[in-house]
């Protein structure tokens, strides 16, 4: 059966590889965003601007509604019991003192939980949500430290919480693999990303870096990091006959029904999920145990359930970034021309997961040099199966890949963003597609001037004030464009010039409903009162996950093919009487609630006038954009120049971040106010990253030894210092509105400016994270 895998994996690369040949040759106007979205021209309406969040309003006076705060009738609280061992099989399970608690109603186990299918695991089919594909609760085997094993229903959440307190356990232990070390001992494998290895080669890289006069070679480490959005992971449901109804914390809605669907046996509209707010997702607002178990309790209590994670819940069964080891060589000539650069290493997953970290994202992009060599290798660990997390692969490739550019730097005696300038590819380093757009060079310019980086002393510890030691670092940051299949939107026009836009994707805080009203008012030439966005619920149109950057290109490509059959729509019913006649859509554009010809203004008439002449109330369509090929004509990139300032106490080694400025090139830029907020956000996680968080992770056992925030710290306000944010607002050719992501992008770069920075004012070279005081005395 193995063999027999192998060769469709084999089979399936092959004609990927040859699919993309294609693609890549084919002419730019065979492709999507080969002809630029009309609305880049537009210079003068709502894109760009700072509106604030329509649903502002809603959340500050709490009536936005989240997962956990929808009311159902005769609802029931539920509390988790998790197991503490690594790997092996229940022995004794007594849950007679729990189910004899007040107010509890049942006690679901493996002896009598509902028999359901295992979840298919998310990236293995194109509606797969399970964070991994273990059985849910279905028998005595226990997977990793920290799997659910019981769960409690009662009358209220005090109930449930005391009585889950009362189950009692004993396992038959089995040996567990929790090291990493003694992992890599037994021999690594290739990993794999998105069906693709994660490996790529050019020339003899080895041998170039021996033979290089101007080299370094570095091992940068990164810990495990868990998942801590400010909503907890909450689920409120209920089965109503044979259809089940799920509030959610969500970020991949339709994923979540179609999964949960096969997992009870269920046709997909059987299912429906809905998710109107989400308070932070990063990755980590898939699908878990957690819902699995809250309906499969519904359905044995016969009543609707509430199942809110705690804190501990959440790094007990919610997945995280796994841990990495990285080996970044550099070798160049005396002008600062890489000659040979080199990024490979390890990380851990899980055997039920098919997520390993695929830090070497970043290189394949970055920098032009004659050989290449990229490979991640991966180890299977007893562990709670790891998932995506922001960036995930080039949060943490880039600290290693930046930190050895500055150590390079300085082993040539160059500025290190002269460095980075020098080795600027003229086309993608590992593909050799043309760049979309890539304007790099004008966010360092720009950046470096806004910061102040010319009074920088490169010779590190020549700054004191006082006790503080003071330096500066840079570093670049990237992340790509995508674009996932799956895209429609069904888009409704009424005789008063209102429309309303239909698609099943999520707003978890960063403006999407927002941002989308301003480009979709912006696209029909509508004032903003005038456009309602329904989203996040399973039955609308569309197949798209708030993930990897790009939920606002897959909506923009999406309303840009459901707005082109409408315009269609609106020429047929304005008939031969119109002064539209004889029209084509791609010759008509929209303005001042009506439809006007591009290169006759004059020639307009009103949405109203012409559904009045045709007597239409409405009309109303619904479409697909095409496959997302222009990932595969052009190499295409969101970039940013980050800039950091640090200061170490002498006495004490205490780092503090004092400045930050990042300078962004993610094409169109189409609100202000909310992509400042997401480029903030981004870097505020990436110090984090850089200067506290950690997973603890006894390896005797495999289990979390921090699951709170008071002890797996992030920061707070006093660690931030102020951000600066700025842009170049260069539009994308190529893709919707002219925009790229810009969610993830503030987190790349970060930790490596920060580390760059603290080096600058010390002297240490620190190339394992987090860097905590104890590094740097």
């Known amino acids: 059966m193995k063999i027999v895998d192998e060769a469709k994996e084999m089979a399936q690369g092959l004609m990927q590889a040859a699919m993309g040949k294609a693609v890549a040759m084919a002419p730019d106007s065979w492709m999507p965003g080969g002809r630029p979205d009309p609305l880049i021209r537009h210079q003068h309406g709502y894109i760009g601007k700072p509106v604030s969040r329509i649903d502002g309003p809603l959340k500050v006076s709490g009536a936005a509604p989240f997962a956990s705060e929808f009311p159902m009738e005769r609802m029931l609280y539920a509390a988790v019991a998790y197991s503490t061992i690594a790997k092996g099989r229940i022995s004794s399970l007594d849950v007679e003192e729990a189910e004899a608690a007040p107010g509890v109603v049942l006690v679901m186990t493996f002896r009598n939980a509902p028999r359901m299918k295992e979840p298919p695991i998310f990236l293995s089919g194109p509606k797969a949500a399970g964070g991994d594909g273990l059985p849910v609760m279905q028998d005595d085997r226990i997977h990793w430290n920290g799997q659910p094993i019981a769960v409690v229903l009662a009358e209220s959440q005090e109930q449930a919480d005391h009585a889950k307190s009362l189950v009692r356990a004993t396992y038959e232990a089995q040996d567990a693999l929790t090291s990493f070390a003694k992992a890599q001992d037994q021999g690594a494998a290739q990993a794999q990303f998105m069906g693709q290895p994660l490996h790529d080669a050019k020339g003899e890289a080895e041998e170039v870096f021996d033979a290089s006069p101007f080299k370094v070679d570095a091992t940068y480490v990164t810990p495990r990091h868990n998942h801590n959005p400010i909503e907890l992971h909450a689920v409120t449901l209920a089965w109503e006959g044979d259809r089940l109804r799920v509030h959610d914390a969500q970020q991949v809605v339709v994923h979540a029904a179609w999964t949960l669907s096969q997992v009870f046996g269920l046709k997909e509209e059987q299912v429906v999920v809905t998710s109107p707010f989400v308070g932070g997702g990063f990755g980590s607002k898939t699908l878990w145990q957690h819902q699995i178990l809250a309906a499969a309790a519904a359905k044995l209590a016969d009543r609707p359930v509430r199942l809110v994670l705690s804190r501990e819940g959440v790094y007990r069964s919610v997945g995280g970034r796994s841990q990495t080891e990285q080996r970044v060589a550099l070798g160049a000539d005396a002008d600062g021309r890489l000659k040979a650069l080199i990024h490979t290493g390890v990380t851990a997953k899980t055997p039920s997961n098919i997520m390993p970290e695929p830090f070497i994202l970043p290189t394949r992009s970055a920098y032009a040099s004659d050989t290449l060599l990229l490979d991640v290798r991966q180890v299977e660990l007893d562990m709670l199966g790891n998932t995506f997390m922001r960036a995930p692969g080039e949060a943490v490739g880039t600290f290693a890949l930046e930190c050895a550019m500055d150590e390079l730097a300085e082993t040539l005696g160059m500025d290190p963003i002269e460095?980075?300038?020098?080795?600027?590819?003229?086309?993608?380093?590992?593909?050799?597609?043309?760049?979309?757009?890539?304007?790099?060079?004008?966010?360092?310019?720009?950046?470096?001037?806004?910061?102040?980086?010319?009074?920088?002393?490169?010779?590190?510890?020549?700054?004191?004030?006082?006790?503080?030691?003071?330096?500066?670092?840079?570093?670049?940051?990237?992340?790509?464009?995508?674009?996932?299949?799956?895209?429609?939107?069904?888009?409704?026009?009424?005789?008063?010039?209102?429309?309303?836009?239909?698609?099943?994707?999520?707003?978890?805080?960063?403006?999407?409903?927002?941002?989308?009203?301003?480009?979709?008012?912006?696209?029909?030439?509508?004032?903003?009162?005038?456009?309602?966005?329904?989203?996040?619920?399973?039955?609308?149109?569309?197949?798209?996950?708030?993930?990897?950057?790009?939920?606002?290109?897959?909506?923009?490509?999406?309303?840009?093919?459901?707005?082109?059959?409408?315009?269609?729509?609106?020429?047929?019913?304005?008939?031969?009487?119109?002064?539209?006649?004889?029209?084509?859509?791609?010759?008509?554009?929209?303005?001042?609630?009506?439809?006007?010809?591009?290169?006759?203004?004059?020639?307009?008439?009103?949405?109203?006038?012409?559904?009045?002449?045709?007597?239409?109330?409405?009309?109303?369509?619904?479409?697909?954009?095409?496959?997302?090929?222009?990932?595969?004509?052009?190499?295409?990139?969101?970039?940013?120049?980050?800039?950091?300032?640090?200061?170490?106490?002498?006495?004490?080694?205490?780092?503090?971040?004092?400045?930050?400025?990042?300078?962004?090139?993610?094409?169109?830029?189409?609100?202000?106010?909310?992509?400042?907020?997401?480029?903030?956000?981004?870097?505020?996680m990436g110090l984090g990253m850089a200067l506290m968080e950690e997973t603890q992770f006894d390896e005797r056992n495999g289990r979390i030894m921090n699951p709170s925030l008071a002890e797996y710290h992030v920061p707070v306000h006093m660690d931030v210092p102020q951000i600066d944010v700025i842009w170049t607002d260069i539009p994308d050719p190529h893709t919707p509105m002219g925009a790229r992501g810009v969610g993830e992008i503030g987190i790349t770069g970060t930790g490596a400016a920060v580390a760059n920075a603290l080096y600058n004012a010390t002297g240490k070279r620190v190339r394992d994270l987090p860097i905590t005081l104890d590094k740097l005395l």
């Open 419 to 684: 460095l980075r300038l020098r080795n600027e590819p003229k086309e993608d380093p590992v593909s050799g597609l043309p760049f979309s757009a890539r304007h790099i060079d004008e966010a360092w310019r720009m950046g470096a001037e806004r910061f102040g980086w010319n009074t920088r002393n490169p010779k590190p510890r020549s700054r004191r004030e006082g006790e503080w030691l003071i330096g500066m670092g840079c570093a670049t940051g990237t992340y790509p464009y995508y674009r996932m299949p799956g895209g429609a939107a069904r888009l409704t026009l009424t005789r008063d010039a209102h429309a309303t836009v239909d698609i099943a994707v999520h707003e978890m805080g960063m403006g999407t409903s927002t941002v989308q009203t301003q480009v979709i008012a912006e696209r029909l030439g509508l004032p903003m009162e005038n456009v309602t966005f329904n989203y996040g619920d399973s039955t609308l149109p569309g197949v798209i996950m708030a993930g990897g950057s790009q939920q606002t290109a897959a909506i923009g490509a999406s309303v840009i093919a459901a707005h082109r059959k409408l315009v269609g729509e609106l020429l047929k019913l304005a008939g031969n009487d119109s002064p539209l006649a004889g029209l084509k859509a791609e010759e008509v554009a929209c303005r001042d609630d009506g439809l006007c010809a591009v290169d006759e203004p004059d020639r307009f008439e009103s949405y109203a006038s012409i559904l009045d002449r045709s007597g239409r109330a409405d009309v109303c369509v619904e479409a697909e954009p095409p496959q997302p090929l222009e990932m595969m004509h052009w190499s295409m990139h969101s970039h940013a120049a980050m800039f950091c300032e640090a200061r170490v106490n002498i006495v004490t080694g205490e780092p503090r971040v004092t400045r930050f400025l990042g300078a962004f090139d993610c094409g169109r830029i189409l609100n202000a106010k909310t992509a400042a907020s997401q480029f903030r956000g981004g870097i505020i």
